[in-house]
């Protein structure tokens, strides 16, 4: 299952690569490589994604897997932001499978900043995949400093809630994984 994994994975990245859109423009917001840390997402066990222009990130997962038990992943992303520009988290989509009862747990913020703890009880009784979606820019209006790039954090943990439950944030289907988006603004002077 692992070696399918990793071909999936590795076709995907490279259909990703041979799509002809343009690479990043330093005028424009996007975003940079992350650095992914976590029990559930320890080094060489995430692929990511980042469409040609910058714009979106995805993350999949080979072990964000509590069966039972809790995890947590947390992700440093740099975002470049030309002059005259701020960004802010707008939404972030986490998808996995869950059986029984558990907890999806993440922040959102800027270097230095914090925001609240989002919590979601999932379950499912037979077990089904999961789909949360976060719309971030009623919960916060944080902004970035005008023309400085920044780091954004998220931080996650999966946890359940007895012992006969399971949850994942994976890439087993390649549907499963997290996708970020931003928007940005013209600063106010």
């Given at each position: 299952m692992k070696i399918f994994n990793t071909l999936m994975v590795g076709t995907v990245l490279a259909v990703i690569a041979q799509t002809t859109v343009a690479a990043p423009n330093?005028?424009?917001?996007?975003?940079?490589?992350?650095?992914?840390?976590g029990s559930g997402c320890?080094?060489?066990?995430?692929?990511?994604?980042?469409?040609?222009d910058g714009s979106t990130l995805s993350i999949l997962f080979d072990n964000y897997i509590a069966e039972p038990g809790n995890k947590s992943c947390s992700i440093a992303l740099?975002?470049?932001?030309?002059?005259?520009?701020q960004v802010s988290n707008m939404t972030a989509d986490f998808r996995g499978f869950v059986k029984?009862?558990?907890?999806?747990?993440?922040?959102?913020?800027?270097?230095?900043?914090?925001?609240p703890t989002l919590k979601t009880q999932l379950y499912k009784r037979h077990g089904d995949d999961y789909i949360v979606r976060?719309?971030?820019?009623?919960?916060?209006?944080?902004?970035?400093?005008?023309?400085q790039d920044?780091?954004?954090?998220i931080n996650s943990r999966i946890r359940t809630k007895d012992?006969?439950?399971?949850?994942s944030v994976d890439s087993l289907d390649l549907s499963n994984g997290v996708v970020f988006h931003l928007q940005y603004?013209?600063?106010h002077n």
């Open positions: 330093k005028n424009t917001v996007y975003f940079k490589d992350p650095a992914i840390a320890p080094a060489g066990s995430s692929e990511f994604v980042i469409t040609p740099p975002v470049h932001i030309p002059n005259g520009f029984g009862r558990a907890e999806l747990r993440r922040s959102y913020f800027f270097a230095g900043n914090r925001t976060d719309n971030l820019m009623p919960m916060t209006e944080s902004w970035s400093r005008c023309g920044v780091n954004m954090r012992r006969y439950s399971n949850i603004r013209r600063c």
